[in-house]
Every structure is written in C-alpha cells, then in structure tokens.
C-alpha cells in the first residue's frame, strides 16, 4: 500500500482564486517531498472528476492509501493549506470521514488521470 499523499485540487480555469492560487499549489508541491499533486480543472478533466459536487473553488482532495482523508474547500492561503497537509502526514492520522463522492477519485486517478507531479 503506498502511504504517500495525493493531494487533488478541483478548479476552474475561469475560476480567477483557482488561476492566483496555482502558484501557491506547485509552491507546495516543492515543500512536500514524497506527495503527488495534481491539478484538475472541472471542465477540461471532466471525465475523471465526473460528478462531484464541488461547492466552491479551489476544492482540495487529499488521499493516502486510496483513503479519504480530507475534502472541501479550502482557503486559497498557503499557510491554510500547508497547516492541513502537514496535519495529515502525521502518521497517526486515521482517514477522517470526507465526502463520499472525494473517495472515487484514486481509482479515476488512477486509470485514466493526467501524469502526476510527484517531487
């Protein structure tokens, strides 16, 4: 079983939080060493994000081990997202219940997803 995040972030490219928030997202990205993280766009990867509900954007999706640990909004902040990520690579962290539909993403991902960046 791979114990390494894959962290999901469901955006718009018309979302223009999404578009600021990109930067901040491969920023991460290079401070998580061993986690994959992609980037979908709800409209261009609609095969693979399906339907989701998503209630605003940027939405994160996080997994480890093909379990759920966290789905929702998020605030588009580095500092808020790297609290939530590094509060899920503890290794005592259980999956916590996140949204249903969040947990069809790792086996989507994993038959038909986009190359993930993994550092």
């Known amino acids: 079983m791979d114990d390494?995040?894959?962290?999901?972030?469901?955006?718009a490219t018309w979302c223009k939080t999404c578009t600021e928030f990109r930067g901040t997202f491969d920023k991460l990205l290079a401070q998580h060493a061993g986690a994959q993280f992609v980037w979908l766009d709800v409209e261009d990867d609609s095969a693979?994000?399906?339907?989701i509900e998503i209630e605003n954007f940027p939405t994160l999706a996080v997994f480890r081990g093909g379990k759920?640990?966290?789905?929702?909004?998020t605030m588009p902040?580095?500092?808020?997202?790297?609290?939530?990520?590094?509060?899920?690579?503890?290794?005592d962290r259980d999956a916590s219940s996140a949204a249903t539909a969040g947990s069809v993403l790792p086996s989507r991902n994993s038959r038909n997803a986009p190359p993930a960046v993994e550092m």
């Open 68 to 73: 759920a640990l966290f789905y929702g909004v």
């Open 4 to 11: 390494a995040l894959l962290v999901v972030c469901l955006c």
């Open 48 to 51: 693979l994000v399906g339907d």
């Open 77 to 91: 902040q580095e500092g808020v997202v790297a609290r939530t990520l590094n509060s899920l690579t503890r290794d």
